[in-house]
């Protein structure tokens, strides 16, 4: 049997014929034989030259033949990191980009701010897991019968990256996640599964926008919408694989955008906020739909690459 090394050295070479590869071959190869193998990186380098098992081997050329037929490496090893999150991730949801680890990024500031304005000791805490301590605040919650201080809700909730990672990263908020396609929810809720104590503060409902909704008062609406024109191109790796309902919004393009900040402030408590992923062409429009709707303190933020990507708004 051919070693670690020995099959990896093989994926890069097959790999490196591969037109248009979206990974880099040497690191395409490392992640899938770190998939196949199980083991962690560390371990894996100790054991770089010996003999893989077969079934790791007929596994590795099965997931290295999908990627040579243009597969996303996402879907071929089956699950992706997202902020602290490992996320499980297959055809029936879109692929969690960085553009969307800045919308958390805004949500959790949207958070603390709501926290602190409302006077939660909590606040100072949120958008670090490192420094927050989830699971004693939410025994005492639980012993108490009191709900979590803070109501979010995560519109077309996909894998589930944006309202998951908020329940994780921030103790003191229930989430809502929702979805209109049940394929979807179900890919939320095998991650939800993984959560640990904080899935206990998220809840999951399948329909169109709001209209999943019960009767929740928001402090944060977030939401990361298809937002593609029908006549706009993308590359074949995207269109190809990716869920259409997930990315083409409607003929303009702003068709959910205009959705959920239309309706936000009916939504909304007093002093909540929209958080809301948007193309870079679209912020001048998004930023007047948003005034339109009658919110105010509207703000766009730029994603890693300092493209306008992220609109905040807020209920006065």
Request: with cysteine; charged share 20%.
């Amino acid at each position: 049997m051919p070693t670690w090394s020995q099959m990896h050295a093989r994926g890069v070479a097959c790999l490196g014929e591969v037109a248009n590869l979206h990974f880099q071959p040497e690191t395409a190869s490392r992640q899938i034989i770190a998939e196949v193998s199980g083991y962690e990186t560390s371990e894996l380098l100790s054991r770089w030259d010996e003999p893989a098992p077969h079934n790791a081997v007929a596994r590795y050329e099965q997931m290295l033949q999908k990627l040579r037929a243009g597969e996303p490496l996402q879907y071929v090893l089956g699950n992706w990191g997202f902020r602290c999150l490992d996320l499980f991730l297959d055809k029936r949801v879109l692929i969690p980009r960085p553009e969307t680890e800045v919308v958390v990024e805004v949500a959790l500031k949207e958070l603390k701010t709501r926290s602190v304005t409302l006077g939660n000791p909590l606040g100072n805490t949120l958008g670090n897991p490192s420094e927050v301590q989830p699971a004693a605040s939410l025994v005492q919650s639980v012993q108490s019968n009191a709900p979590p201080h803070l109501q979010a809700a995560d519109l077309g909730c996909g894998s589930g990256a944006i309202g998951l990672s908020l329940a994780a990263e921030c103790p003191n908020v229930e989430v809502i996640c929702t979805d209109i396609s049940a394929d979807a929810l179900a890919v939320t809720r095998a991650n939800l599964a993984g959560l640990g104590t904080a899935g206990m503060r998220v809840r999951l409902a399948q329909g169109s926008w709001y209209e999943a909704l019960a009767e929740d008062t928001l402090d944060l609406i977030v939401s990361n919408p298809p937002y593609i024109a029908t006549h706009e191109q993308l590359p074949e790796i995207v269109v190809g694989h990716e869920p259409a309902k997930a990315l083409y919004a409607g003929p303009k393009g702003t068709e959910a955008i205009f959705a959920i900040l239309g309706d936000a402030p009916k939504w909304l408590a007093p002093g909540g906020s929209v958080v809301c992923e948007i193309a870079p062409h679209q912020a001048q429009i998004a930023t007047q739909i948003a005034q339109d709707s009658g919110l105010t303190n509207i703000k766009i933020f730029p994603d890693l690459t300092d493209k306008p990507r992220v609109l905040r708004a807020c209920r006065s």
